[in-house]
């Protein structure tokens, strides 16, 4: 590249350079839209998101609180879970497949 060369958008290196730049935009907006804030090194999920992953009706979220299968948080009138519950609770109720005896 010459020192007074004039670099316009029709350049293919500036072509390359926009692609570039507009796949790691796309590939942060995903991830903004995904990221969980972390508090004390803990993720919390709504009630919504809990549901979402869990594939359960809120329903069925609700009978799990009132029977104490699943710690929560009551704030207000927003209701969040640790992620790290969640999973002690999957665990806790993990019904491995017996081996067949040889």
Excluded: W
């Amino acid at each position: 590249m010459a020192e007074n060369e004039i670099i316009t958008q029709e350049d293919p290196q500036m072509q390359l350079f926009s692609q570039l730049m507009e796949g790691t935009l796309k590939k942060l907006e995903r991830y903004c839209n995904t990221a969980r804030p972390v508090l004390n090194g803990e993720v919390y999920l709504s009630g919504e998101e809990v549901c979402a992953q869990l594939r359960l009706s809120t329903r069925t979220l609700q009978e799990y609180r009132n029977a104490g299968t699943l710690p929560f948080y009551k704030i207000g009138g927003k209701i969040l879970y640790k992620q790290s519950d969640i999973h002690a609770m999957l665990e806790r109720h993990y019904n491995p497949i017996p081996k067949k005896l040889q």
